[in-house]
């Protein structure tokens, strides 16, 4: 086979180092740059989603049938049709996959990992053309989120994984005096696959959610079956094709990935995760479905989710009130507030926050928060730029039934002349009595402003709802550092990552693969961190053989 | 505080290159020799113990009941009752212990518990009566898997624990080029507890398997509630009071440490693990309560079994049949079969094996294990040393009952003037179909001698056993390099530990701690390694702060 690992050892040794010191790092520019990825790159790239419209999308797997329902959400749908198998037929082929490619060391199966992310990375164009046009993402955000931003997430768990295994010695001679003589056993020890892996995707960042999982999966040595999202296939079929042939290329199984399309009326996720046969089971999506999977996959399989949460802002006090109004539009505002990371919940106090501008009572901060979405959205071209579209129907309905949960400060609108569903953020004012409004995941470009007692109580109720619904992300502005002390305390406890004082061009919704841990484990929001050893280190287990080395 | 960590930092060290390297490494000595621990220490140890029983037994906890109803296996009740609280009472005190304990650097909570293993270590006489005389492990015994070898696996624990949370910075700072400007922010991260953890003890190796949770989880900062089998409270409570007062010494809450002692008439083990404050629990203990903790924990808590299973053992060939026999017979008497790793199930051909000595017919190779093991045990003084006693009344009712199960090929007895509940290894012989008889565990002195078409199905049937019912250990004996390569693809995926042409002074019961994995996690035998990094890598989650490092 080719020597995909020797092509690619450079760059995981800087991920494996990356992964240590955390501070930026990336091998995949981010930059929709002519100069980088070629100058007739993004004409192409779009040309070739252009090609793939209204027909099929070969992956190489024989198909029992062809499905396919995208929509665009800025309009035409997409009209292709993918290879569709049953449960059963995927679980037999990738356990067929299974035995080559459990015994290729874990080096060849990062080579091949690398290899792969490397031509994702090379198409990262009709990635992001693939992105924008299931998801509803803006052309830019298409291309960094779903594209090179991904395939860092995905290095990152190749660099996990391999590191993990590397822990591992291959053989060692135990040499135990024990009185006159000294028992010698020769033992070995391999790191065995769990099983067949399935990844559940997402509709919103099937590539940056779905990768971790797929490529930590791989690299620990299991056959990975793709299930995305019925409405954001293209981008993990993708994905999958590559590496098929990157397998194919390698002298392995192709099967060891596997596409798993399937509709919105006929699905086969419950089918295919409760499968016997299946190992592991890696879920991005609502808290519903997550519960279903907790309570019903079985023992032995090991499950690692992200789910949902009501992520909490904190006003206390700033140095910069400009900034933080400024830096926080551009949160509530970016991609709709359909990022799993997006704030909801900004919690102030009833009496107001000291700012750089003097005090500002709880309806000017509110004013002024909205004032910043105004303006950062004027210009429509851009407003689209920043929004996006909004990828399912039913969180535009949301939006609208929300408007009654509270007193409106900003009211949502579609941006004027953009293609699609779009919707700039709702802000509403509630009181922090007004659970059932604000204590839920309201997917979406909405946002509540919750007056609290004091500071010290919206560090409670953030913390707390934290705590009982889930967050991944927290934002605290304060210019007192005793009150930062206790905001770092509550939020380490309950497992939010925690972002101070941002005024300029770093936002809550952004998590760097390399420097943040994104997701604790440790409250609702999900049970695993992307990417932490915990994420690939129940992906395996160790086997052991031993055997007198000489006649004891 | 007195500086434990840099007191114990070369055994911290060593552990931790042993867990690398996986050779013979022991930090704690197991030979109970008076050179080593004194030449008053056995005296000392026993007289100790003698003026434990029929009193209190003081852990510096407010009881609100006093129980305990221990009887040694080799006759009278101890007499000793233990401090007792409800499952509220411990949690709370649990958690109000956990700030502190968080706050301490892993390398100090490394530096207690090494401290409180090497005090345990010193008092290895004292627990080795404890021990004995809960387990009814022989003397011998009772000293090394309880006290030196139970305190390596304590250690090989903290060392796990240490490695994985040293792997996360505790500070970077990310420096990001974004056009004209540089984006610069600064990073703190934490490694932070789950929560109380729970240890659910078993009767028969007490300390052995419950040092590696106890310690994992204190080391990655979780308080610790020890919930000793009713039956076995001694050696736990030894340990919990001698890390009590290292914690206390250190200036740090007592109670990170509680012991929580119950009865079998009035169990707490079911409230204490289902309490919603409760995060990580630890079980050894049969499967039926494991998989009703599987099915009532409830999400949010991470689980880590070693419950039961039906360990092979595959005869194929031999060059040292005399030698195999030998090996075997103690491998069956040992503890009288108690261990999670003893063997209960010999898969032999119907046409025999070939052996250095000829052929052996099926009958013949019965009969001479079974002269092995009457041989081993011609002296009852030495078979006493080696059998020790019965720790459950249950144990015996059971070695009567499955006398039925077969032909007997050796017969159970009580060792002639040995004190207490003695039996020696039932060996029956049955067809590969009576999978009633064998394919469950039947703990204790009792083992099937199993007539198989051929060898191939013999490793079929063991494989197989391993994967429904679960294995820790199986043991294969061949002359055919092709035969054992197959046999280690068999067990390596079905994760069941192997041991190859046993035939001297290494026994497949035995499990070393820094060299051999015990259990895979990968069949029913367990969901967990003791240890390797997926033991201890979920204990904790990842805290992130970040902040501007300069006006953006």
Chains 1, 2 share one sequence.
């Not at 590397?166 to 060692?172: F, M, Q, Y």
């Not at 590559?242 to 006929?266: F, H, K, N």
């Not at 950062?376 to 996006?388: C, T, V, Y």
């Not at 925690?498 to 998590?511: D, I, M, R, W």
């Amino acid at each position: 086979m080719p020597d995909f690992a020797a092509t690619h050892r450079a760059t995981l040794d800087g991920a494996i180092a990356a992964i240590r010191a955390r501070g930026h790092w990336s091998a995949y520019p981010e930059i929709p740059s002519g100069k980088v990825y070629g100058e007739t790159a993004k004409v192409e790239g779009e040309a070739a989603f252009q090609a793939m419209l209204n027909g099929h999308f070969e992956t190489g797997q024989a198909a029992e049938s062809w499905v396919g329902e995208e929509t665009s959400p800025f309009g035409p749908a997409l009209g292709i049709t993918y290879p569709a198998n049953t449960p059963g037929t995927l679980v037999a082929r990738g356990g067929a996959a299974m035995p080559a490619w459990a015994a290729a060391p874990v080096e060849d199966r990062a080579g091949i990992a690398l290899e792969a992310l490397h031509r994702i990375n090379r198409a990262s164009f009709l990635m992001a053309n693939a992105v924008m046009h299931t998801t509803g993402q803006a052309f830019a955000m298409a291309f960094q989120a779903g594209g090179p931003h991904a395939q860092d997430r995905g290095l990152e768990a190749v660099a996990y994984a391999v590191e993990e295994i590397s822990r591992i010695p291959g053989a060692a001679r135990w040499s135990k005096p024990a009185g006159r003589e000294t028992l010698v056993m020769d033992k070995t020890w391999r790191a065995v696959p769990r099983g067949v892996a399935v990844t559940i995707g997402c509709a919103t960042f099937p590539t940056w959610n779905g990768y971790p999982g797929i490529f930590a999966s791989l690299v620990t040595g299991n056959p990975v079956i793709v299930k995305p999202h019925p409405k954001a296939i293209l981008p993990l079929a993708l994905s999958v094709r590559v590496l098929r042939e990157v397998l194919a290329e390698a002298g392995l199984p192709a099967d060891v990935v596997q596409l798993a399309p399937d509709t919105i009326e006929a699905p086969i996720t419950a089918r295919l995760a409760k499968h016997p046969d299946v190992a592991i089971v890696d879920f991005t999506g609502g808290p519903t479905f997550g519960r279903w999977l907790r309570e019903n996959l079985g023992p032995g399989k090991a499950l690692f989710t992200e789910e949902a949460g009501v992520n909490p802002v904190v006003l206390h006090s700033t140095a910069d009130f400009a900034g933080l109004c400024r830096n926080l539009a551009f949160s509530l505002s970016l991609y709709s507030g359909q990022m799993c990371t997006a704030p909801q919940n900004i919690f102030v106090p009833s009496g107001g926050i000291q700012t750089d501008q003097g005090h500002r009572s709880f309806d000017e901060v509110g004013a002024a928060i909205a004032a910043a979405v105004d303006a950062l959205l004027a210009d429509p071209a851009r407003a689209a730029g920043i929004l996006g579209a909004i990828q399912n129907p039913a969180t535009v309905d949301r939006v609208a039934a929300a408007r009654s949960l509270g007193q409106v400060v900003r009211n949502s609108a579609p941006v004027e002349g953009a293609p699609g569903r779009t919707a700039t953020p709702l802000l509403l004012a509630v009181n922090a009595a007004d659970r059932d409004a604000w204590m839920e995941e309201r997917f979406g470009p909405i946002a509540f402003l919750i007056r609290c007692a004091e500071a010290e109580e919206a560090l409670a109720l953030a913390a707390g709802s934290a705590r009982e619904r889930g967050a991944i992300t927290a934002l605290v502005h304060s210019t007192d550092e005793a009150f930062l002390d206790r905001a770092t305390e509550a939020f380490t406890r309950v497992g939010a990552s925690l972002s101070v004082n941002l005024t300029g061009g770093v936002y809550v919704n952004q998590s760097a693969a390399f420097s943040d841990y994104h997701v604790s484990g440790a409250n609702p929001a999900g049970n695993a961190c992307l990417t932490d050893a915990a994420f690939v280190a129940n992906r395996f287990h160790v086997a052991q053989v031993r055997r007198p080395a000489v006649a004891a």
